[in-house]
C-alpha cells in the first residue's frame, strides 16, 4: 500500500459528505477527483481510464427510456387500473399496487416507479379516510425489493452486472426466486401487523358509495391528458425491445448499456420527442457521481488499499464459504442502510473479486450475495435508498409527514426477514453447489 | 354513518359538482350507489337500514344537490315495499328503480341541451363562466353537429374546469378567447349573451351557483348583456337558500407577517330576478315569467 494516505482520506471525506449530505453528490465526488488530479497522485488519462463506460451508458440509456416512457402516460393509465380494480378494499390496495410497484421496480429505476405509483396511493388512501402513510412506506420498500431481481432494476446490480459481467438472464434466474419470496413475506408482515387496517369494506355501502365517487375523482385528476396511442406503442414497443435484447444477451453479444442506449436513441428517432427537453429529465449529476466514484475507487485499487480491505477485514473470517457468504451478504445490507449503497457498492466490487481469487465460490454466489445485501439492506432506514427518500418526501408534499423512526417501525423487520430470506436462499444454493 | 366517513362523502360529491355541474354530479352519484349496492355484502336485517342510512347522506350534503335530492327521495319511497323480500330481490328492484332514476335525468339533461341550442346562433359571442360539463356539450353540439359559427369568451377562474372548456372547444373548432374573469370589463362590448349553470334554484328565488358567478351575472346585467340560465326542473328546490348547507371553510393563513383568517364559501347565492332567460326541459321562460314558473315546482311552506 504506497502512497495511500492522501486517497484514503479524500475517498473518506467524500463518503462523509456524501453520508451528511454536506453537498451535492456528483460534486462531491468530482471535487475528490480533482483534488487527486491537483495533487498527482492520479493523472487525468489514467483517471478516465476508471471510469466503467458500460455502466454509465446503461444508466444513461434506460433513463432515456424511461424517461419518454413517462411522457406516454402508460404508467398513469396503469395505476388507474390498479386503483379501479381494487374497489377500495385496503388489502386489494396494498397487494394489487405492491405487485405493480414490484414488477416495475425490476424493469425500471426504484425512483421513477414510486413516483408513478405514490401520488395515486395516497390519493386513493387519504380519500378513503385510510391512513396513507402505511402504504407509501410498504411502496418504497416493495419498490427496493422489486428491484433487485434484475440486472436494470437497482443501481447496485448495474454496478455489479456492468463491472462484473454478468447477464440479465443471470440476475433473473438467481434472483427472482429470493426475490419473489422476501416479497411474499414483506406483505404477509405488513398484513399480519396491521390486520385492523385491512378490513374489507364491502359491509359499509357508504364507504363503498365514497369509494366509487373518488375512483372517478381519481380517473379524472390523473388521466385528464389525452393519450397518444402511436406515441404509447413506440414507447411501450421500444421496451419490450430492451427486454428482448437483455434476455438474448448471450446470443447476440450485446452488453446492456450498448442495448439500453440503442434503444434509447431508437426511441428518440422513432417518437421525435425534443431531445433538449428529454436530455434535460436525464439525471446528470447521477451519471457524474457514478464517474467520480468509479475513479476514487479505482485509485484505491491502484494503492493496494482495497486488497488490504479485503485481507484484512473480510478474509480473516475464516475458509468457511458459508461464513464468507453470509458476512458479504450481512455487511452489505446492514452498511447499506445507513450509507449509499452505491458507493458501497463500488468499493465491494474490488473486494469481493480478491475474495473470489483467494476462496473460489461457485455459480457467483458471492456476487448474489452483494447484489442482495445491497439492495435489500437499503430498506432499513428511510436514507438506506433513494425511491425511500423519495417516497418520504412524495408524501410530505401530500401533507403526510413520515418521521425517520416511523419509517424504521415498518421497514427494520421487514429488511431482517428480507435478509434472513436472502441467507436461508444462499445458503442452500451454496449447499447444492458444492 | 361515522363523522368522518360523511365529511369525506360531502367533499367528494362537492369536488364532483364543481368539476362537472350539479347534473352529471347526480348521474355519478346515482352510478356510484347502483354499483356499491351491487358490491354490498350484508345480512337481511342490517340492509334497509345501510340503503335508508346512505340516502340520507346524500339528501344532505354540503351543498345540498337539488337533482340528488329529488331522485332520491323517489328511490326511498318506492323501495318501502321491497324490503320485506329477500335480499338478492331488494338488491335487484333497488338497482333497477336507481337505474330509472338515471334514465329520467339523462333524459331531462338532454332535452335541456336541445332547447339551449336554439339559444346559440351564428355571429354569437357567449360569455362562458365555470360552466358545467352539459353547458360545453351544448356548446361543443352545436359547433360540430349544427356548424354553427359563435365565439365564445371563456372566463378563466378555476383552473381544473377551464382546462376541460378550453381542451373540449379547441377540440371542436370553436372560436375561442380566455380572459381572466377579473378583466371581463375589457370584453363587455363584444359579448352579446352569458351562459350559466346552476347547483339549484331556491324557494326563495335564489340560485346556487358556481363561486364567481354572481360578480360576472352583476356585471353582465349591468351592462344589459343577457344572463341565460340552464338548469332542468329537478334543480328546482322544495327549501329556501338558507336550507342549503352552503360550504363555509374557515382557515388560518399566514402572509409573510400578516396571520387572518379567512372565510370562504363553496357557492354563491344568486337573485333569479338578475337572470333573463331560463332553459329548462320545457323550454325557454322569459324573465317575466320566471318567478311562476319556479314557483309551481317548490312545495308549499
Not at chain 2, 360552466?131 to 353540439?141: F, P, T
Request: charge should be negative; hydrophobic fraction near 50%.
Amino acid at each position: 500500500m504506497e502512497n495511500a494516505l492522501i486517497p484514503v482520506a479524500v475517498f473518506v471525506a467524500v463518503y462523509v459528505a456524501l453520508t451528511f449530505e454536506l453537498i451535492n453528490k456528483a460534486v462531491a465526488a468530482l471535487l475528490g477527483v480533482m483534488i487527486l488530479l491537483v495533487l498527482r497522485v492520479v493523472d487525468e488519462h489514467q483517471a478516465v481510464e476508471f471510469i466503467d463506460f458500460e455502466t454509465l451508458m446503461l444508466l444513461l440509456g434506460m433513463m432515456s427510456i424511461v424517461a419518454i416512457l413517462r411522457r406516454s402516460g402508460f404508467f398513469t393509465i396503469l395505476s388507474v387500473k390498479i386503483a379501479e380494480l381494487t374497489q377500495g378494499s385496503p388489502l386489494k390496495i396494498l397487494v394489487l399496487f405492491s405487485i405493480v410497484t414490484a414488477v416495475l421496480s425490476a424493469f425500471l429505476d426504484n425512483v421513477t416507479t414510486v413516483l408513478i405509483i405514490i401520488p395515486i396511493i395516497i390519493e386513493l388512501t387519504s380519500g378513503m379516510g385510510l391512513d396513507p402513510k402505511l402504504y407509501v412506506i410498504s411502496q418504497a420498500v416493495i419498490s427496493n425489493i422489486g428491484g433487485t431481481a434484475t440486472l436494470i432494476g437497482d443501481p447496485p446490480n448495474i454496478i455489479i452486472g456492468s463491472k462484473v459481467g454478468l447477464t440479465f438472464n443471470q440476475f433473473l434466474l438467481n434472483l427472482t426466486l429470493p426475490v419473489i419470496v422476501s416479497f411474499c413475506a414483506a406483505l404477509v408482515f405488513v398484513w399480519a401487523v396491521n390486520r385492523q387496517r385491512f378490513r374489507p369494506i364491502d359491509t359499509n355501502l357508504a364507504k363503498l358509495f365514497s369509494v366509487q365517487l373518488l375512483l372517478e375523482k381519481i380517473r379524472q385528476h390523473f388521466l385528464d391528458t389525452r393519450i397518444d396511442r402511436l406515441f404509447l406503442a413506440k414507447g411501450l414497443g421500444c421496451l419490450a425491445l430492451a427486454i428482448l435484447l437483455f434476455v438474448t444477451q448471450t446470443v447476440t453479444g450485446l452488453t446492456p448499456g450498448v442495448v439500453a442506449l440503442l434503444v434509447a436513441m431508437i426511441l428518440f428517432t422513432i417518437t421525435r420527442v425534443d431531445v433538449e427537453q428529454m436530455l434535460e429529465e436525464i439525471e446528470w449529476s447521477t451519471l457524474l457521481f457514478f464517474a467520480g466514484l468509479f475513479i476514487l475507487v479505482g485509485v484505491l485499487e491502484e494503492k493496494g488499499v482495497i486488497e488490504w480491505i479485503a485481507r484484512n477485514v473480510f478474509l480473516r473470517v475464516g475458509d468457511n464459504p458459508y461464513v464468507i457468504i453470509l458476512v458479504v451478504l450481512w455487511v452489505s445490507g446492514i452498511v447499506s442502510g445507513f450509507l449509499d449503497n452505491i458507493p458501497f457498492t463500488i468499493t465491494m466490487i474490488p473486494i469481493v473479486n480478491l475474495m473470489m481469487q483467494t476462496h473460489p465460490i461457485p455459480n457467483n454466489i458471492l456476487w448474489w450475495a452483494l447484489s442482495l445485501g445491497a439492495c435489500l439492506g437499503g430498506n432499513f432506514t428511510m436514507i438506506g435508498a433513494s425511491a425511500n427518500i423519495v417516497s418520504i418526501g412524495m408524501a410530505k408534499r401530500y401533507g403526510q409527514e413520515i418521521s425517520f423512526l416511523e419509517f424504521m417501525k415498518t421497514s427494520v423487520l421487514i429488511t431482517l426477514i428480507t435478509l434472513v430470506i436472502a441467507s436461508g436462499y444462499l445458503m442452500l444454493y451454496l449447499w447444492f453447489s458444492l | 354513518m361515522k363523522e368522518k366517513d360523511r365529511r369525506i362523502l360531502n367533499k367528494l360529491i362537492r369536488d364532483h359538482e364543481d368539476v362537472m355541474g350539479a347534473s352529471r354530479a347526480a348521474m355519478l352519484a346515482i352510478e356510484s350507489f347502483i354499483r356499491s349496492i351491487q358490491q354490498l355484502r350484508c345480512s337481511i336485517d342490517q340492509v334497509q337500514e345501510l340503503y335508508l342510512e346512505l340516502a340520507e347522506a346524500i339528501k344532505n350534503t354540503e351543498p345540498k344537490v337539488v337533482p340528488l335530492i329529488h331522485l332520491i327521495e323517489e328511490f326511498e319511497k318506492e323501495i318501502q315495499p321491497y324490503f320485506s323480500e329477500d335480499i338478492e330481490q331488494i338488491r335487484e328492484r333497488a338497482v333497477e328503480l336507481l337505474t330509472e332514476k338515471l334514465d329520467v335525468l339523462r333524459t331531462r339533461v338532454g332535452q335541456v341541451i336541445e332547447k339551449g341550442l336554439s339559444f346559440i346562433n351564428k355571429g354569437d359571442v357567449i360569455l362562458v363562466h365555470t360552466a358545467s360539463r352539459d353547458v360545453i356539450n351544448m356548446l361543443v353540439m352545436a359547433r360540430e353537429v349544427f356548424q354553427k359559427r359563435f365565439s365564445v369568451l371563456v372566463l378563466k377562474q378555476d383552473f381544473v374546469k377551464t382546462k376541460q372548456l378550453i381542451q373540449a372547444l379547441t377540440q371542436a373548432g370553436v372560436d375561442l378567447t380566455v380572459i381572466p374573469e377579473y378583466n371581463l370589463s375589457h370584453c363587455l362590448d363584444r359579448a352579446n349573451k352569458l351562459f350559466i349553470g346552476a347547483v339549484s334554484i331556491t324557494r326563495d328565488h335564489k340560485v346556487v351557483t358556481a363561486i364567481g358567478t354572481a360578480n360576472i351575472v352583476g356585471l353582465c346585467h349591468l351592462n344589459r348583456i343577457p344572463v341565460y340560465l340552464f338548469a332542468t326542473t329537478l334543480k328546482i328546490s322544495h327549501q329556501d337558500s338558507g336550507e342549503h348547507k352552503i360550504h363555509t371553510k374557515v382557515e388560518p393563513m399566514n402572509h409573510d407577517d400578516c396571520a387572518y383568517r379567512l372565510t370562504t364559501h363553496s357557492h354563491d347565492l344568486l337573485d333569479l330576478n338578475l337572470v333573463d332567460v331560463l332553459v329548462t326541459e320545457d323550454g325557454a321562460i322569459d324573465k317575466e315569467k320566471i318567478a311562476g314558473y319556479v314557483q309551481q315546482f317548490t312545495k308549499p311552506t
